[in-house]
């Protein structure tokens, strides 16, 4: 653990305390390969902070860890959801409600994704 506080790696509990705000700091100052790091959530913000540790040899590839609370049969409950409102948003023209289901969508495949790789 002195290791890798002594080489600046946070654990990923560490990271979790950290606001987004500081998250988006941290990605700009040790991380500047990290692109889009403004339109990312903060748990997407984790995930590619550790991705990038893990690809320049900083932390062990063993480290990932699924998200909690997210197993993938519930992120495909909240897709049907997402995609019921997408489907009624088109019929009815509403690209603002179209826009934010195909967002949604987007979103949990990726956590999806996520998740299964680190299981």
Same mark, same amino acid.
């Given at each position: 653990?002195?290791?890798?506080?002594?080489e600046g790696i946070m654990?990923?509990?560490?990271?979790?305390?950290?606001t987004a705000t500081k998250l988006r700091e941290l990605c700009g100052e040790k991380y500047p390969e990290i692109? $889009?790091?403004? $339109?990312m959530e903060k748990e997407e913000m984790i995930e590619a902070i550790i991705s990038e540790e893990v690809r320049l040899g900083l932390r062990p590839k063993t480290g990932a860890v699924a998200p909690k609370g997210q197993g993938?049969?519930?992120?495909?409950a909240q897709i049907r959801l997402f995609k019921?409102?997408?489907d009624e948003a088109l019929t009815a023209?509403?690209?603002h409600g179209?826009?934010?289901a195909r967002a949604g969508i987007k979103r949990l495949k990726?956590?999806?994704r996520k998740h299964r790789e680190a299981s």
């Open positions: 653990m002195q290791e890798k506080q002594a654990e990923r509990e560490e990271l979790e305390k950290l692109v $889009g790091v403004s $339109g993938v049969s519930n992120l495909k019921r409102q997408r023209k509403n690209y179209l826009r934010e990726k956590r999806m």
